[in-house]
């Protein structure tokens, strides 16, 4: 299924005040998770990438498609595999070979119909994401939490690292010492 992801993200959180927060705005606590993937470019598509990650309890490959900066500027069309492992292989036959195998720990929740994912990543302090069904959703989800919305952000990954003066694209294996 193809979808366009209303999401945003707020930097350099600290982790157990934003479990605190999630917890007296009535949250749920869906799961703490160590997440793995493998990313793919995309021949001849700048800003398009395959996905091809492993949450512990599900696997799922993704293209996922940048539009812009905005918080409704990336689609992703996603369905659930049954194998990390021999996805990756399948994908080798294809053609494709990753550009890079990379973990991160995710703890997530939800409130009012919102996704909300505390993520912690190697080399870089810890992030919230907001994903909603619109973006008036994210917006109000922050607000009930008291984020302040001018420090939302709908930067990608790659732009977040970037931040912090880290190419993620020059990194073959970014893994959890």
């Known amino acids: 299924m193809t979808a366009t992801e209303f999401e945003a993200k707020i930097l350099n959180v600290e982790p157990e005040k934003i479990r605190a927060l999630l917890t007296e705005a009535g949250a ?29 309890t599900s696997v799922t490959l993704c293209v996922k498609e940048i539009h812009s900066d905005a918080i409704d ?5 996603e369905t659930t595999v049954d194998d990390f492992d021999t996805m ?8 494709y070979q990753p ?14 119909g919102a996704a909300i994912e505390i993520d912690e990543w190697p080399l870089i302090p810890p992030y919230l994401e907001i994903e909603g069904d619109n973006a008036d959703h994210v917006h109000a989800t922050a607000a009930v939490l008291g984020l ?5 952000t709908s930067e990608n990954t790659t732009k ?5 003066g880290i190419d993620i694209e020059a990194i073959p294996r970014l893994i959890f010492e």
């Not at 990756?88 to 053609?95: I, S, Y």
């Not at 550009?99 to 009012?112: I, P």
């Not at 977040?160 to 912090?164: C, D, K, N, P, S």
Request: no cysteine.
């Open 148 to 152: 302040p919305r001018a420090e939302l």
């Open 160 to 164: 977040v690292y970037r931040r912090y």
């Open 73 to 77: 500027g990336v689609t992703e069309t």
């Open 28 to 56: 749920e606590h869906v799961a703490d998770r160590f997440q793995r993937r493998y990313v793919y470019d995309i021949p001849d598509r700048p800003g398009s990438w395959i996905r091809l990650r492993d949450i512990g």
């Open 88 to 95: 990756n292989v399948l994908l080798g036959k294809l053609g």
């Open 99 to 112: 550009k890079a195998y990379q973990e991160n720990r995710r703890s997530s929740w939800t409130l009012g």
